[in-house]
């Protein structure tokens, strides 16, 4: 009788363990969650923001914008040259 008196309070005081554990985590967990869903509302916020952004142009954003689409022509330009040289290459051949 004895053997099972110790084995029943192992097992409450290894649920009680567990439960205290579970409640320690749960702010923790709730917390990295919310942020992950924060961050897909942020993208959401992002998105509608850039799409009402480039509705209208003002001339200052008209200029902004082509300098950078200018940026990212020239730096890419040489890759898709060689890119499309390939191409060519490998159709030829066929």
Do not use: G, H
């Not at 029943?8 to 990295?32: D, H, R, S, T, Y």
């Not at 914008?65 to 060519?88: D, G, H, M, R």
Request: glycine share 0%.
């Amino acid at each position: 009788m004895n053997f099972y008196k110790k084995a029943a309070f192992v097992f409450l005081l290894f649920l009680f363990f567990m439960v205290v554990f579970v409640k320690m985590l749960e702010p923790i967990v709730n917390k990295q969650l919310s942020n992950v869903f924060s961050d897909k509302k942020l993208s959401t916020k992002l998105k509608k923001e850039l799409v009402s952004s480039t509705e209208e142009f003002s001339p200052e954003k008209r200029i902004f914008y082509k300098n950078i689409i200018k940026k990212i022509y020239i730096k890419w330009k040489p890759l898709i040259e060689e890119s499309i040289l390939e191409a060519n290459k490998e159709l030829d051949k066929n």
